[in-house]
């Protein structure tokens, strides 16, 4: 990390910190910290660089012609039929240099430069002639969480730290345990003993330490924080760590990138709000290197059981927490963590915030399941559901990107809620 290039600061007050393994929150704003309450002082990854006009003169050409071919979709001949995978040279080397960190110190496993891709029949059902979906279950572990622990893993190579912790609902820790399986790391996942069993068994394939927590996420969290503080090496935990944020924002600039332009709408599922942060970083990202000259709206969708972004949006702050109750495992949280940082930016950008029901939820993964054949757990169809109950207020001809963020064989109990089984 190239010092004067990479800083941190304030999400809250903008004081500017040196990037460093010891300092993960404001020293000033984290004082105000109450217990039970989202993280204050959350840090983000400022980011001095210029691209090169040349690189961002190719990025706009293949944009152009990335959209007329999305355009055309399936109804023209040639190229346009193939979905979106992966990235060009020139796109990859875009994302590359607004990375943080140096790609040597990246993991050795191919993360994101997932699929996007247009749903026909899904679509068609719909109304929609723009339709997209990123799929990020085509992640390694099997979730977008792995943008996050990359970038983790990656920050702590360089700095020479070789052991991580995280707390996890259960993503966030089978993400670590298996990119830092590739990268040689010493990984301990706090997982709440309601986790899906699917996730723990990653965890403990991928060679992790497994503690697990007779309690909610939440309880998970602030033991793991514990923990690391007694035992050294990096938290990972989301919101917490910068890099988790910074990771996640890869995510927009590959739809920015495949999409070929910025989309209408982005719909977001969301419990502690920082893949939702992560994306708006990502347009951020590319409106002020001036790849692009505007910003998506940005929809936040959140289990009914499991609101609390949507409630502060409503009232201004966060209140006290709600005992969350939702299938949506991967979404339920009772303290957002990252609240604050996407509660400002939503704020700042007016998105928006939706709640689903859990039926609502489950039938839009069945929905995605039968209609597209992706298979998603029910914490990302809901981003599908969020946009079922907003339909109405978004035209016909408006293009829609549903970030669909975990592999529904994570939780099959999940799964098979609504599902009638053949004797
Ligand atoms: C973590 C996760 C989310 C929510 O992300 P937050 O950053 O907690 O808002 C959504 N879907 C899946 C599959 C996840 O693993």
Redesign the pocket.
């Known amino acids: 990390m190239e010092e004067e290039k990479v800083k941190f600061r304030c999400s809250e007050c903008g004081k500017e910190y040196k990037a460093e393994a010891d300092r993960m929150l404001c020293s000033e704003c984290s004082k105000d910290q109450r217990e039970n309450r989202p993280l204050r002082g959350i840090l983000e990854v400022t980011l001095d660089v210029e691209l090169p006009s040349s690189l961002l003169e190719q990025v706009r050409r293949e944009c152009a012609s990335r959209r007329e071919a999305n355009e055309g979709g399936l109804q023209t001949s040639g190229g346009a039929r193939l979905p979106a995978r992966g990235l060009s040279p020139a796109g990859a080397e875009f994302v590359r240099r607004l990375l943080p960190i140096d790609s040597s110190f990246l993991p050795p496993l191919p993360v994101g430069e997932t699929p996007l891709w247009k749903p026909p029949r899904l679509a068609e059902k719909l109304g929609r002639r723009e339709l997209y979906l990123k799929d990020d279950t085509a992640n390694p572990t099997g979730?977008?969480?792995d943008r996050a622990s990359f970038l983790v893993a990656g920050w702590a190579r360089e700095l020479g730290i070789d052991r991580i912790t995280v707390a996890s609902t259960g993503?966030?820790a089978s993400s670590m345990a298996g990119v830092g399986a590739a990268a040689g790391l010493d990984i301990t996942i706090f997982l709440p003993a309601t986790a899906p069993r699917a996730k723990l068994v990653q965890g403990l394939q991928y060679g992790a330490r497994v503690i697990p927590v007779e309690g909610t996420y939440d309880e998970a969290f602030d033991r793991s924080l514990a923990y690391s503080r007694e035992h050294g090496g990096m938290s990972r935990n989301?919101a917490y760590n910068p890099m988790t944020i910074e990771g996640k924002k890869t995510a927009a600039l590959e739809i920015f990138l495949q999409f070929g332009g910025v989309p209408d709408y982005v719909f977001v599922?969301?419990?502690?709000?920082?893949?939702?942060s992560g994306i708006y970083r990502g347009f951020e990202d590319l409106v002020r290197t001036g790849a692009a000259d505007r910003m998506p709206g940005i929809v936040a969708v959140q289990a009914e059981g499991s609101a609390s972004i949507c409630r502060a949006l409503e009232t201004g702050d966060f209140s006290d927490p709600v005992s969350s109750d939702t299938c949506c495992d991967?979404?339920s949280v009772n303290v957002p963590r990252?609240g604050c940082f996407a509660l400002g930016r939503l704020s700042k950008h007016g998105g928006g915030c939706i709640r689903v029901s859990d039926d609502q939820a489950l039938q839009a993964q069945m929905e995605l399941s039968s209609g597209a054949g992706l298979f998603a757990?029910p914490?990302?169809a809901a981003a599908l559901a969020g946009l079922r109950v907003f339909e109405k207020e978004i035209p016909e001809d408006a293009s829609v990107v549903l970030l669909i963020?975990?592999n529904g064989l994570k939780d099959i109990d999940g799964a098979s809620k609504k599902m009638e089984f053949p004797i």
Do not use: F, Q, R
């Open positions: 979730s977008l969480k993503n966030a989301t599922p969301t419990g502690d709000g920082v893949i939702l991967s979404i990252g757990e914490s990302s963020t975990g």
